[in-house]
């Protein structure tokens, strides 16, 4: 029976599974991370993207369960949403639990909770937009490490700028955001000229809408941004060079310790709500 071939990592171009380098761009064959997260052809980390987005549901739904009962209420800012105890026990970072408790592990855990229905519905619809662009230009590997470490970046400078407590994905979106301007100016020409002005776009909504609604994590969302530029120009992106053995080997660390920082989180908390 023949075998389905595979795309190269580098130029997508189809190629037999049984061969070690491909035979049109001289790539190795993709690693078995690389086919987990999809970064082996164009696009594909499109699957990398969803993964994430179902690791922000099942925690979000797993701090419904802790909380016991999501709350019903009208207001559909705080539809569903679990209570201040349950969101601390999984992993709420801030100046309070970092600086004050030493959880330093909240950094991660954090960008996988959300306060309610709609907070989560609007990172995750942004996270689906910008994810799959991001993985395009940099590949699946730089984009999730864009991602974790943004966020963490952007909690830093909410620990230090002295917010007690915060949760969200935004953090780590905005990383993303932050990833696309730098690509946008270092790409360069008509096409990166168009990127620049939709994520100039974006950037001026975060601001406007930081503004004007209350309770924004301004300081995270600013950091986040920040971090992404800085990642992705040390990251690089697809045009300037290929996936490097040390960038695969960065977003590996950066999914364990994303692993490990949740199952710590809802293993402290089922183990206080309910043992």
């Given at each position: 029976?023949?075998?389905?071939?595979?795309?190269?990592?580098?130029?997508?171009?189809?190629?037999?599974?049984?061969?070690?380098?491909?035979?049109?761009?001289?790539t190795?064959?993709?690693?078995?991370?690389?086919?987990?997260?999809?970064?082996?052809?164009?696009?594909?980390?499109?699957?990398?993207?969803?993964?994430?987005?179902?690791?922000?549901?099942?925690?979000?739904?797993?701090?419904?369960?802790?909380?016991g009962?999501?709350?019903?209420?009208?207001?559909?800012?705080?539809?569903?949403?679990?209570?201040?105890?349950?969101?601390?026990?999984?992993?709420?970072?801030?100046?309070?639990?970092?600086?004050?408790?030493?959880?330093?592990?909240?950094?991660?855990?954090?960008?996988?909770?959300?306060?309610?229905?709609?907070?989560?519905?609007?990172?995750?619809?942004?996270?689906?937009?910008?994810?799959?662009?991001?993985s395009?230009?940099?590949?699946?590997n730089?984009?999730?490490?864009?991602?974790?470490?943004?966020?963490?970046?952007g909690?830093?400078?909410?620990?230090l700028?002295?917010?007690?407590?915060t949760?969200?994905?935004?953090?780590?979106?905005?990383?993303?955001?932050?990833?696309?301007?730098?690509?946008?100016?270092?790409?360069?020409g008509?096409?990166?000229?168009?990127?620049?002005?939709?994520?100039?776009g974006?950037?001026?909504?975060?601001?406007?809408?930081?503004?004007?609604?209350?309770?924004?994590?301004?300081?995270?969302?600013?950091?986040?941004v920040?971090?992404?530029?800085?990642?992705?120009?040390?990251?690089?992106?697809?045009?300037?060079?290929?996936?490097?053995?040390?960038?695969?080997?960065?977003?590996?660390?950066?999914?364990?310790?994303?692993?490990?920082?949740?199952?710590w989180?809802?293993?402290l908390?089922?183990?206080?709500?309910?043992?």
């Amino acid at each position: 029976m023949a075998q389905r071939s595979i795309p190269c990592p580098h130029c997508g171009t189809q190629i037999d599974p049984r061969e070690d380098s491909c035979p049109w761009c001289g790539t190795k064959r993709p690693s078995l991370w690389a086919r987990l997260t999809g970064g082996g052809a164009r696009g594909d980390g499109d699957r990398f993207v969803k993964a994430i987005i179902a690791a922000n549901v099942a925690y979000f739904l797993l701090s419904l369960v802790v909380s016991g009962r999501g709350e019903w209420s009208a207001n559909p800012l705080s539809f569903l949403s679990p209570d201040q105890r349950s969101l601390m026990l999984l992993g709420a970072t801030g100046s309070v639990p970092v600086l004050s408790f030493g959880r330093f592990w909240t950094l991660i855990s954090a960008s996988y909770l959300h306060g309610g229905l709609l907070h989560i519905f609007f990172n995750m619809m942004a996270l689906r937009q910008i994810g799959p662009w991001v993985s395009a230009e940099f590949g699946a590997n730089r984009m999730f490490a864009i991602y974790t470490l943004s966020g963490v970046i952007g909690y830093v400078a909410s620990c230090l700028a002295g917010v007690s407590v915060t949760i969200g994905a935004s953090a780590s979106v905005c990383g993303l955001i932050g990833a696309l301007f730098y690509f946008g100016k270092a790409r360069g020409g008509s096409y990166g000229a168009a990127v620049s002005r939709e994520v100039s776009g974006w950037l001026i909504s975060l601001v406007l809408f930081g503004l004007i609604m209350p309770g924004i994590n301004n300081w995270g969302h600013g950091g986040g941004v920040v971090g992404g530029v800085v990642l992705a120009r040390v990251l690089g992106f697809r045009a300037q060079s290929r996936d490097s053995a040390g960038q695969r080997l960065l977003a590996l660390a950066c999914a364990v310790a994303t692993v490990l920082a949740l199952l710590w989180g809802g293993l402290l908390a089922v183990t206080v709500i309910f043992l």
